[in-house]
């Protein structure tokens, strides 16, 4: 070779070769069909029932349940509603979407319907659906109806074959995000400035279930719910947090 010639470059790589790549993927996911999307017109637990949404049977239990309470808005993207018209009219609007799929939450105790819930951002090509526009009026707060909704509703992701469900809120909303973490969703970090809602910044907190969480918080799920839980004045025996992080 003449002294003046270049160094030979060597053998040639293709960028996308297995040998320039050599990096780590996922695992190839086996076995795997698209879930169907929710749509069940009734889930029933022992405390509550998930009605899909329907103004004439929910709207007016619901504003009753909500009235003098504006506060239970704060954090979502609606409400305070004027009056029953003004909801109605709301309700009718949700009710005729299948993303968010709305429920009702009524009480299986007293009959009445105390909050609503939905699924939503659903893509059962990746197996993902998130539980959110979640409302639940003051009188279901801290109930076991109320707890047992949510529950319910990752129950029935799970066994449709999602694999993985989602908890979402403004990051400032901490009623939220500990009802998250006491679910036993996993906390996966912030989201800032992720959208604007009533003229404000919101940061948003992401959580999520995957399924292979689930069994163990099933059956933590399933043990706060027992009956045995509860003493003779409905007072919890053991909380859900401390089970779901045993």
């Given at each position: 070779?003449?002294?003046?010639?270049?160094?030979s470059?060597?053998?040639?790589?293709?960028?996308?070769?297995?040998?320039?790549?050599?990096?780590?993927?996922?695992?190839?996911?086996?076995?795997?069909t698209?879930?169907?999307?929710?749509g069940?017109?009734?889930?029933?637990?022992?405390?509550?029932?998930?009605?899909?949404?329907?103004?004439?049977?929910?709207?007016?239990?619901l504003?009753?349940?909500?009235?003098?309470?504006?506060?239970?808005?704060?954090?979502?993207?609606?409400?305070?509603?004027?009056?029953?018209?003004?909801?109605?009219?709301?309700?009718?609007?949700?009710?005729?979407?299948?993303?968010?799929?709305?429920?009702?939450?009524?009480?299986?105790?007293?009959?009445?319907v105390?909050?609503?819930?939905?699924?939503?951002?659903?893509?059962?090509?990746?197996?993902?659906?998130?539980i959110?526009?979640?409302?639940?009026?003051?009188?279901?707060?801290?109930?076991?109806?109320?707890?047992?909704?949510?529950?319910?509703?990752?129950?029935?992701?799970?066994?449709?074959?999602?694999r993985?469900?989602?908890?979402?809120?403004?990051?400032?909303?901490?009623?939220?995000?500990?009802?998250?973490?006491?679910?036993?969703?996993?906390?996966?970090?912030?989201?800032?400035?992720?959208?604007?809602?009533?003229?404000?910044?919101?940061?948003?907190?992401?959580?999520?279930?995957?399924?292979?969480?689930?069994?163990?918080?099933?059956?933590?799920?399933?043990?706060?719910?027992?009956?045995?839980?509860?003493?003779?004045?409905?007072?919890?025996?053991?909380?859900?947090?401390?089970?779901?992080?045993?």
């Amino acid at each position: 070779m003449p002294e003046d010639s270049p160094a030979s470059p060597g053998p040639s790589v293709a960028i996308d070769s297995p040998a320039a790549q050599d990096r780590p993927t996922g695992p190839v996911v086996v076995g795997f069909t698209p879930p169907p999307a929710p749509g069940p017109d009734l889930i029933e637990g022992r405390h509550v029932l998930l009605e899909r949404l329907d103004p004439d049977r929910h709207a007016e239990d619901l504003f009753a349940a909500n009235q003098g309470q504006d506060w239970v808005w704060d954090y979502l993207g609606y409400g305070p509603f004027a009056d029953l018209p003004a909801y109605r009219g709301w309700q009718a609007e949700m009710a005729a979407k299948s993303d968010p799929c709305f429920y009702a939450l009524r009480d299986r105790a007293t009959g009445k319907v105390g909050g609503l819930a939905s699924f939503m951002r659903i893509d059962p090509a990746n197996g993902v659906i998130e539980i959110g526009h979640i409302e639940i009026a003051p009188p279901m707060q801290r109930t076991p109806a109320a707890t047992e909704a949510i529950s319910l509703m990752i129950g029935w992701a799970f066994d449709a074959g999602y694999r993985r469900v989602e908890w979402k809120c403004d990051a400032l909303n901490a009623p939220s995000r500990r009802a998250a973490l006491r679910y036993g969703f996993a906390f996966e970090g912030i989201f800032r400035q992720h959208m604007i809602y009533k003229g404000r910044n919101r940061d948003t907190a992401w959580y999520a279930i995957i399924d292979r969480d689930w069994p163990r918080l099933a059956a933590a799920h399933r043990a706060w719910l027992a009956p045995g839980n509860f003493d003779a004045q409905g007072r919890q025996r053991q909380s859900l947090s401390a089970l779901t992080v045993a």
